[in-house]
């Protein structure tokens, strides 16, 4: 299990308890597994590791005075109790029959096991525990924009006392853009495993390796790092084939070719973002062009970015600088986007043109300026920032140079 600091979990309820007092919500249900365990410090396994969705929630009060409950099928739970006692758990009957031979426990399940994860029974313990603390009758703010329908359906039909559901989506907005201490330090390190997996890696390549030989070298490259072992994604292109890819090309690489890596390394369940570009042999003077226009713009947002500047800004200021420095039709959605638990690796918010979130001290922003050419390949810089009191913080220790191999 995951070793969470007790500062950080506190920090976190503090922080959305005065959210939720401005908000006049009285809880607070998360049922993603980014959120259950940006909540309870549990890395469930049924969500994690089977890609489980809605069968687990907690369930945070707005009154400090009451324990905040985690809701889990009796399974999963009989792992819970012993490593997180500051919290209540309640649990519901799944497929699986949990006896009881020693006494330890003094109950048991008399009815009829179900075939699956039942969503009306774990939102029908939600109702149960929602009108025990009397929270019912107030607003209750559910992640409902990412639960499947059938889900959403079951949670109203299970508890229809709740007198008005609202999302919660932009409460674990604000509340995750904003970083503890003890984040930055998982996320530190995952930048520093990613990086030496990369440094590591391209020690190898040479003339006629391929994506997928590159991205094994990658992986094991990284298993030298018990504490961060896991790659979360490895978007690594060769030459001009630069669309994502699952299953990673073997055709043998060619002098000139670019090498892109867009990568991540989890730690503690929170995952880095970092990109580099490299090219075998000698860099074309297309390349060179690209190259510097795009590194022009992501210096640039490195230089400008601090504490009450909106995102919107910083993005108008890097494209006009990308563009203005030769790449006059470059086009993108966005620059950049905060990191940290998601598993999709890009999380809100954004550096985009739409974005009137300002960048606020503890905020880990990963800054990305890609380019992607047909006939040519991928080109790519993105680093790791963390906002600062004054400006901002890098931390990465790769150059952004474009290096020949």
Avoid at 102 to 117: A, D, E, N, T
Avoid at 167 to 193: G, H, N, V
Avoid at 360 to 370: A, S, W, Y
């Amino acid at each position: 299990m995951v070793h969470i600091d007790q500062d950080h979990l506190e920090t976190i309820s503090e922080r959305a308890r005065l959210i939720m007092e401005n908000e006049q919500i009285e809880a607070l249900v998360s049922s993603s597994c980014e959120n259950f365990y940006y909540l309870s410090g549990y890395q469930s396994a049924f969500m994690y590791t089977l890609r489980m969705s809605e069968v687990a929630l907690v369930v945070l009060f707005r009154d400090p005075a009451r324990k905040t409950v985690l809701i889990m099928n009796d399974f999963e739970a009989a792992g819970v109790a012993n490593h997180l006692p500051e919290y209540e758990v309640r649990t519901y009957p799944t497929w699986v029959d949990v006896d009881d031979p020693m006494g330890l426990i003094g109950s048991k399940f008399q009815g009829k096991r179900p075939v699956s994860p039942q969503a009306e029974e774990m939102f029908g313990v939600l109702g149960q525990v929602l009108a025990e603390h009397g929270a019912s009758n107030g607003k209750v703010a559910v992640e409902l924009s990412s639960m499947r329908y059938p889900s959403v359906l079951a949670l109203r039909k299970a508890c229809p006392g709740i007198s008005e559901l609202v999302e919660a989506s932009s409460i674990f907005t604000k509340l995750r853009a904003i970083k503890t201490p003890w984040e930055i330090e998982q996320l530190r390190k995952a930048c520093y495993y990613a990086e030496e997996g990369i440094i590591s890696t391209i020690r190898e390549i040479e003339v006629g390796f391929s994506a997928a030989e590159i991205v094994e070298t990658f992986r094991k490259a990284l298993m030298r790092y018990p504490g961060g072992s896991t790659a979360r994604f490895h978007m690594v292109s060769v030459g001009a084939n630069f669309a994502p890819a699952h299953v990673f090309d073997t055709r043998p690489s060619e002098l000139g070719d670019l090498i892109k890596f867009d990568v991540g390394v989890e730690v503690a369940g929170y995952g880095s973002d970092i990109a580099r570009t490299f090219v075998l042999g000698p860099p074309s003077d297309m390349v060179k062009r690209i190259y510097d226009a795009l590194r022009v713009g992501h210096d640039r947002l490195l230089q400008i970015i601090e504490p009450g500047m909106t995102m919107k800004t910083a993005f108008e200021e890097g494209m006009n600088q990308i563009r203005s420095s030769g790449l006059t039709n470059y086009n993108r959605g966005h620059l950049g986007h905060s990191a940290g638990l998601s598993l999709a690796a890009e999380e809100a918010p954004f550096i985009s043109p739409s974005e009137e979130t300002v960048f606020r001290p503890g905020m880990v922003i990963c800054l990305e300026t890609p380019y992607y050419g047909h006939g040519l390949g991928s080109i790519m810089i993105e680093d790791m920032v963390l906002v600062t009191d004054n400006g901002c913080e890098r931390l990465n220790r790769l150059t952004t140079d474009l290096i020949s191999l």
